[in-house]
Each structure stands twice: as structure tokens, then as C-alpha cells.
């Protein structure tokens, strides 16, 4: 089809900026799995290449508990694909030779990481910016993830290789290590940032620094904020996973029937704790 060809071709274009021991690790994937290596490289590149996937929408929430200890959790919603698609979701745990450890919630044979922590504590999670341009002549956002938890331990050093990458789609990054919490907001040209506010800090898609995409405008954010004011020192796994049942969160939005919560996970830093669900959609829903 047009779109197919469109997004190899733009594949392609994206491959020259993948550091060769991703491109190497890509071909092992195409080898043993049988398939072709572009399409093994176009499904890898897929949400910087395919116009459809600025449609992801995300929740993710961090806040300090009584003791100290930050807790953070982080749904994927996503408006237009169907359950049948999207009921693959992995755990991955990733032991690199050289690079920290890490776990990953992706789909099947996609190298790159969108939800994940490794064994320092340092996580993330990938949120689409609303409404941004299109942009894919850079290293793609899930392989650039991948770089930042096999080397980081800090959500300072996760920014300075931000800083440092030929960065590609312009995408927000809620990263906490076992201390703090952080929101990246880039595109191929700029960078800002976000910290924690009064103990918590809440992520959705749209920008709190740059000027990227549309203006804000968002049900879940005020959802959730007002759920972290109602049990203020209260916060748990259990709170999260109230909050992300939450009928504005777990959906794309409340008038939407159409709801796919692909994932939800929650970490504790410092404890190396998480909870993953990855149920058919809606996986956080009920």
C-alpha cells in the first residue's frame, strides 16, 4: 500500500541515525524470526515514521509518599487500534554485556522501549506530544529510550544524552530515578524540562515548557490532579491503580466508547518493585 511504502521508505531514511549495535541486534531479530529486515526496521521506527501513531494517549502520574519513597505510575491509551492488535504486549527483561539491566513492556519483535526501568531505578515512559509535527530524520525515540536505560542512573544523565542525540519526532518523557522525577520535553531542536512541584508531578500530552503542539486542554490532567489532592499523603499501588481506572484516564477520553488502555505500569524506584498490566484492552480498565 501507499502508507506501507511511505513508512519504508522513511524507515530507511531513519536507519542511518541507529547506533550499529541496534542495527546489528535488528538483523539477529529479522534472521531468527524469518522476516524481512525492512520490515523488521519499519516496525522498530513505527511511531516516528507513521503519521497515525501521534495518536497515543498517556497518563503518567509521580508522587512522594509518606516516607519519602517516589511512586510513579503510566497508562498507554491509543484511539484507533483495534484490540485484536494490540493484545501482544511483552515483558521483556533485557541483560545486556555492557549497559544496565532492564525490563520493558513492548510488543513482539520491537527492540526499542517505551515503558520500562532498569536495575538502578531509573524508568520512563514515552508520552506523544498532541497535535506535533512529523519528524523522523533522527534517532527514533523507542532506540534512543533504550540508550538512555542500558546508560543512565539519574535523570540527569537521561537528559544529557537527550541532549547530546541527533533526536528525532517530538515526544514528552516523564524518567524519575529512585529520587526524583523529571518531564523532557524535546524535538529535533529544542529541549525543556520539568520537575517535581510540591512532592508530585503529572504528565499527559501536552507541553508544560516548549511550545509544541497544541495548546493545552485536558480532562485527564485535571482528573488526576484532583485525585492526588483528595488523598494527599495517601498514595500507594493500590491509590495508582484506583487512578488509572479512572473512567478519564483508562479511556482516550470520557466520551469515547472506544477506549484502549493497551498497558499500565506503576514502579517504586528504589524498592526495584513494578506492576505491569498487560491484559487485552482495556488492560487498566475494571
Same mark, same amino acid.
Request: charged share 25%; aromatic share 10%.
Given at each position: 500500500?501507499? *502508507?506501507?511504502?511511505?513508512?519504508?521508505?522513511?524507515?530507511?531514511? /531513519?536507519? +542511518?541515525?541507529?547506533?550499529?549495535?541496534? !542495527?546489528?541486534?535488528?538483523?539477529?531479530?529479522?534472521?531468527?524470526?524469518?522476516? &524481512?529486515?525492512?520490515?523488521?526496521?519499519?516496525?522498530?521506527?513505527?511511531?516516528?515514521?507513521?503519521?497515525?501513531?501521534?495518536?497515543?494517549?498517556?497518563?503518567?502520574?509521580?508522587?512522594? %509518599?509518606?516516607?519519602?519513597?517516589?511512586?510513579?505510575?503510566?497508562?498507554?491509551?491509543?484511539?484507533?487500534?483495534?484490540?485484536? +492488535?494490540?493484545?501482544?504486549?511483552?515483558?521483556?527483561?533485557?541483560?545486556?554485556?555492557?549497559?544496565?539491566?532492564?525490563?520493558?513492556?513492548?510488543?513482539?519483535?520491537?527492540?526499542?522501549?517505551?515503558?520500562?526501568?532498569?536495575?538502578?531505578?531509573?524508568?520512563?515512559?514515552?508520552?506523544?506530544?498532541?497535535?506535533?509535527?512529523?519528524?523522523?530524520?533522527?534517532?527514533?525515540?523507542?532506540?534512543?529510550? %533504550?540508550?538512555?536505560?542500558?546508560?543512565?542512573?539519574? @535523570?540527569?544523565?537521561?537528559?544529557?544524552?537527550?541532549?547530546? /542525540?541527533? %533526536?528525532?519526532?517530538?515526544?514528552? +518523557?516523564? @524518567?524519575?530515578?529512585?529520587?526524583?522525577?523529571?518531564?523532557?520535553?524535546?524535538?529535533?531542536?529544542?529541549?525543556?524540562?520539568?520537575? *517535581? &512541584?510540591?512532592?508530585?508531578?503529572?504528565?499527559?500530552?501536552? !507541553?508544560?515548557?516548549?511550545?509544541?503542539?497544541?495548546?493545552?486542554?485536558?480532562?485527564?490532567?485535571?482528573?488526576?490532579?484532583?485525585?492526588?489532592?483528595?488523598? %494527599?499523603?495517601?498514595?500507594?499501588?493500590?491509590?495508582? @491503580?484506583?487512578?488509572?481506572?479512572?473512567?478519564?484516564?483508562?479511556?482516550?477520553?470520557?466520551?469515547?466508547?472506544?477506549?484502549?488502555?493497551?498497558?499500565?505500569?506503576?514502579?517504586?524506584?528504589?524498592?526495584?518493585?513494578?506492576?505491569?498490566? @498487560?491484559?487485552?484492552?482495556?488492560?487498566?480498565?475494571?
Amino acid at each position: 500500500s501507499w *502508507m506501507e511504502n511511505t513508512v519504508l521508505e522513511r524507515a530507511r531514511e /531513519a536507519e +542511518q541515525y541507529i547506533p550499529e549495535k541496534y !542495527t546489528t541486534e535488528l538483523k539477529g531479530i529479522a534472521a531468527g524470526s524469518g522476516i &524481512d529486515y525492512e520490515h523488521i526496521m519499519a516496525l522498530n521506527t513505527l511511531s516516528d515514521t507513521a503519521d497515525s501513531f501521534r495518536s497515543f494517549f498517556c497518563t503518567s502520574v509521580a508522587v512522594k %509518599r509518606q516516607d519519602g519513597k517516589l511512586i510513579r505510575s503510566r497508562s498507554l491509551e491509543y484511539n484507533s487500534i483495534s484490540p485484536s +492488535q494490540s493484545t501482544s504486549n511483552i515483558l521483556y527483561i533485557y541483560q545486556p554485556s555492557r549497559g544496565y539491566a532492564f525490563a520493558s513492556v513492548s510488543g513482539p519483535l520491537n527492540m526499542g522501549v517505551g515503558t520500562a526501568m532498569n536495575e538502578t531505578g531509573l524508568n520512563l515512559g514515552e508520552h506523544s506530544i498532541y497535535k506535533s509535527s512529523q519528524y523522523w530524520k533522527g534517532i527514533p525515540n523507542g532506540i534512543l529510550n %533504550r540508550k538512555i536505560l542500558e546508560n543512565a542512573a539519574s @535523570v540527569e544523565e537521561a537528559g544529557e544524552i537527550l541532549r547530546k /542525540a541527533p %533526536r528525532s519526532r517530538p515526544v514528552m +518523557q516523564m @524518567v524519575t530515578d529512585t529520587k526524583k522525577a523529571r518531564i523532557y520535553e524535546y524535538d529535533s531542536e529544542q529541549i525543556g524540562y520539568k520537575d *517535581m &512541584d510540591e512532592g508530585r508531578l503529572i504528565l499527559t500530552n501536552y !507541553t508544560h515548557v516548549l511550545n509544541i503542539g497544541a495548546p493545552y486542554n485536558c480532562r485527564r490532567f485535571s482528573s488526576a490532579s484532583n485525585f492526588l489532592n483528595n488523598h %494527599r499523603g495517601r498514595i500507594d499501588v493500590r491509590k495508582l @491503580v484506583e487512578l488509572n481506572r479512572n473512567a478519564y484516564i483508562s479511556r482516550v477520553d470520557e466520551f469515547s466508547e472506544k477506549f484502549y488502555s493497551i498497558h499500565l505500569a506503576i514502579f517504586i524506584p528504589e524498592a526495584l518493585d513494578f506492576w505491569i498490566a @498487560v491484559d487485552p484492552p482495556p488492560a487498566s480498565r475494571g
